[in-house]
Nanobody
Framework: EVQLVESGGGLVQPGGSLRLSCVVSGFTFDDTAVGWYRQAPGQEREGISCIRTKDDSTFYKDSVKVRFTISSDNAKNTVFLQMNDLKPEDTAVYYC????????????????????????WGKGTPVTVSS
């Protein structure tokens, strides 16, 4: 059974940092896209970043570019999202998901990371940015 478990969320002040982890079990990274999504209260889920484990190519939504960094430790089946200079508008539940590696290519082409194609999802970790 494929399982994704996110961790690292919490309460942080504006300007602070958090590092989220997504540990994937029951699945071997090959040409895999691992994406980070978030859903703020009352809003639709949005894709913010993804990484292709085959070549470490990445995508970032404009709103998090520069501030967030995605990385992968394939040996540990783990993907990280380093979030710096957090803002109140980053408050959301953060989810990771996996799918085919071509999702990263499509995200860069569309300049958008959609849900379509992601096959497995974690349950999410909440992030609250507040003073």
């Amino acid at each position: 059974e494929v399982q994704l478990v996110e961790s690292g969320g919490g309460l942080v002040q504006p300007g602070g940092s958090l590092r989220l982890s997504c540990v994937v079990s029951g699945f071997t990274f090959d040409d895999t896209a691992v994406g980070w999504y978030r859903q703020a209260p009352g809003q639709e889920r949005e894709g913010i970043s993804c990484i292709r484990t085959k070549d470490d190519s990445t995508f970032y939504k404009d709103s998090v570019k520069v501030r967030f960094t995605i990385s992968s430790d394939n040996a540990k089946n783990t993907v990280f999202l380093q979030m710096n200079d957090l803002k109140p508008e980053d408050t959301a539940v953060y989810y990771c998901a996996i799918g085919e590696g071509t999702i990263v290519t499509m995200a860069n082409r569309l300049k958008d990371l959609v849900d379509y194609g992601m096959e497995h999802w974690g349950k999410g970790t909440p992030v609250t940015v507040s003073s």
